[in-house]
């Protein structure tokens, strides 16, 4: 396989969510499976909405997914600058380039005039699109708009009865008619790049062979390779994913569903398993097996990647987060949950035993938490239907019970096996009772670890409780 660079350029305009994530992480994988490189470009054109502090949360994010780049912010490269913003000086070598070959033009259309064609042209049951107004105008009628103090945008122009054809990696072969397509900004009234324009420039530049992005910007492809080889730039190869979407159809964003990463990672989710069923929405990988980042780039196959939009399934989030703690050590879990579990275990409880007890029954941090408060708690708080169960069983039940234990503490196998004979009760009616005195809950961790844990004192004095319920 050729080697592969690839690239991903977020706007700085909000906080990174999955949609966003499950870019970067196929641009990864796939410059990794070729050997090759990985670039993190910001395009921050948008200078009313872009702001620095998302630009460094975005490097935060992917940081923290293992996602790390060869050029980049905070890395640096040989086409430094990464943020477009400061890059003004490259784009303006290439407008004079346009200019002087007369491939873009100055355009005074006011939005007032755009909207009245663009109205009147879906009147006629025609596509919206510039018509050119602009293209032919003689050199006195620019010169009188510029003295007027107009500002305009410039437009690039795109070549007429063209065929524009390119193979997507994802769609298979893709063809365009220019004459489908409107002469297209490149430049804003601002002086400030469009996406359009940087985002192809810069993409040259920085030698990117191959751009994995959503298919949304399918229709831009065409427009962006008759700009390149006007300009006599390479042109990578181009495979368009479909849309990640949310719970209305529409992309996936904050306002439908999406987690941002700040969330995930608040939420106390493992970037392995983000990664895991990012590298699955849309792509089939025939087992659930936990991989690491190399193993996903050796198993990503673009020929498996499907060309329907896939929604965001965050119960298939949380199934491969709960693989992917269930695979950890005991000591790798401990230190994961220590920060959120400090405060709450007693001092003679170690936490090592307790999470080796709780493992099984959490998959996020909050879990393990809510379990330190109910089963280490000095005073648990039962609800009226545990009560319930409790009275159910009576008072001599949990007597009983507290004999069995003292018994034959420790073995949590005889004290239940002495209960059942003198008590007469078995299965549920059994041990539903001992968890609850034990826990407050109908459900939880193995109950001979739990005794374990709590010791010797803990279970008779919850046992004495529950009999004077």
Known sequence: MATKKTRFCPSPTGLMHLGNLRTALLNFLLSKQSKGSFILRIEDTDKERSKKEFA?????????????????????????????????????????????????????????????????????????????????????????????????????????????????????????????????????????????????????????????????????????????????????????????????????????????????????????????????????????????????????DTNKVSSSPSRFDLQQLNFWQKQVVEAQSDEELNNWLNPFLEGLLPKDIDSGLFVKTIRENIAFPEEAISLANNIMGADFKLSNEVKNIIKASGNEFFSLAKEAFLKNWPSWTESMKDLSSTSGKKGKELYQPIRISLTGQESGPKLDQLSTLLGKERVIERLEKASKI
């Open 56 to 300: 460094e949360l975005i490097c935060d994010d992917l940081t923290w997914m293992d996602l790390n780049w060869e050029e980049g912010p905070r890395t640096g490269g040989p086409q430094e600058p990464y943020f477009q913003s400061e890059r003004n000086q490259l784009y303006e070598k290439f407008y004079a380039e346009l200019i002087d070959k007369d491939l873009i033009y100055p355009c005074f259309a006011t939005e007032e005039e755009l909207k009245a064609i663009r109205r009147n042209q879906l009147a006629a049951g025609k596509p919206p699109r510039y018509p050119g107004i602009w293209s032919d105008a003689s050199k006195e009628d620019v010169q009188k708009e510029f003295e007027k103090g107009s500002k305009p945008v410039y437009r690039f122009r795109i070549p007429k009865k063209k065929t524009i054809t390119f193979n997507d990696l994802i769609k298979g072969e893709q063809s365009f008619n220019s004459n489908d397509l409107d002469d297209f900004i490149v430049k804003k009234e601002d002086g400030s790049p469009t996406f359009m324009y940087a985002n192809a420039i810069d993409d040259a530049l920085m030698s990117i062979n191959l751009v994995v992005r959503g298919d949304d910007h399918l229709s831009n492809t065409p427009r962006q390779i008759a700009l390149l080889e006007a300009l006599q730039l390479d042109i990578p190869e181009y495979a368009h994913i479909a849309l990640f979407t949310g719970d209305d159809g529409s992309p996936l964003s904050k306002r439908n569903g999406s987690l941002s990463i700040q969330e995930l990672k608040e939420k106390g989710y493992f970037p392995l398993a983000v990664a895991n069923y990012l590298t699955r929405v849309g792509h089939t990988i025939g087992d659930n097996e936990v991989r690491d980042l190399t193993a996903l780039a050796k198993v990503f």
